[in-house]
T-cell receptor, first 111, second 112 residues
Framework: SQQGEEDPQALSIQEGENATMNCSYK?????LQWYRQNSGRGLVHLIL?????REKHSGRLRVTLDTSKKSSSLLITASRAADTASYFC???????????FGQGTRLTINP | SQTIHQWPATLVQPVGSPLSLECTVE??????LYWYRQAAGRGLQLLFY??????ISSEVPQNLSASRPQDRQFILSSKKLLLSDSGFYLC???????????FGDGTRLSIL
């Protein structure tokens, strides 16, 4: 089964609103990463949060991590049409030489 | 700066034909390399990863194989393609398993 599970599977909001996506995982981690994928393209790394961090910011992105609940959230503030994409969380599954990706959240920003 | 090249961008192959997808990385040495497959609207399934030349770890038993003949070259192959091999194949590299992965633009493989 997947280490990371995103929620919701799909999200549609109006431009200017904030978008929140959640990720839950099952085993201990060293870090959790968020990626973005535009349709038909490769994934692009957005942000990495270590297991000893609780919150991290990058521009309009805010990521939180709650290791006691094994969950993370990605907040995109003041959304733009160009933010339309799929967003994936990925974890290193406690030291394995690989990342395990969730199924993703498809975000649609309506102009 | 580092770049990753993956080709071809699209490929249409008949069932039973062989496959060779190539991925090369520039601007870094001894990267971790990864092959993923993505079904439409789904997440990424890790197929193979490599931490060095000739070192291949297989994640899912299947009709595919991978090789790393050079430090920055990763090849995905099949001797006989199945219909179920259709999908979007992505190559990625990272400095190590804890660092961000950098993806190529993918190959859309259709099996007829």
């Amino acid at each position: 089964s997947q280490q990371g599970e995103e929620d919701p599977q799909a999200l549609s909001i109006q431009e200017g609103e904030n978008a929140t996506m959640n990720c839950s995982y099952k085993t201990s981690i060293n870090n959790l990463q968020w990626y973005r994928q535009n349709s038909g393209r490769g994934l692009v790394h957005l942000i990495l949060i270590r297991s000893n961090e609780r919150e991290k910011h990058s521009g309009r992105l805010r990521v939180t991590l709650d290791t006691s609940k094994k969950s993370s959230s990605l907040l995109i503030t003041a959304s733009r049409a160009a933010d339309t994409a799929s967003y994936f969380c990925a974890t290193d599954a406690g030291g394995a030489q690989k990342l395990v990706f969730g199924q993703g959240t498809r975000l649609t920003i309506n102009p | 700066s580092q770049t990753i090249h993956q080709w071809p961008a699209t490929l249409v192959q008949p069932v039973g034909s062989p496959l060779s997808l190539e991925c090369t990385v520039e601007g870094t040495s001894n990267p971790n390399l990864y092959w993923y497959r993505q079904a439409a609207g789904r997440g990424l399934q890790l197929l193979f990863y490599s931490v060095g030349i000739g070192q291949i770890s297989s994640e899912v038993p299947q009709n595919l194989s991978a090789s790393r003949p050079q430090d920055r070259q990763f090849i995905l192959s099949s001797k006989k393609l199945l219909l179920s091999d259709s999908g979007f194949y992505l190559c990625a590299w990272s400095v190590n398993s804890w660092k961000p992965q950098h993806f190529g633009d993918g190959t859309r493989l259709s099996i007829l």
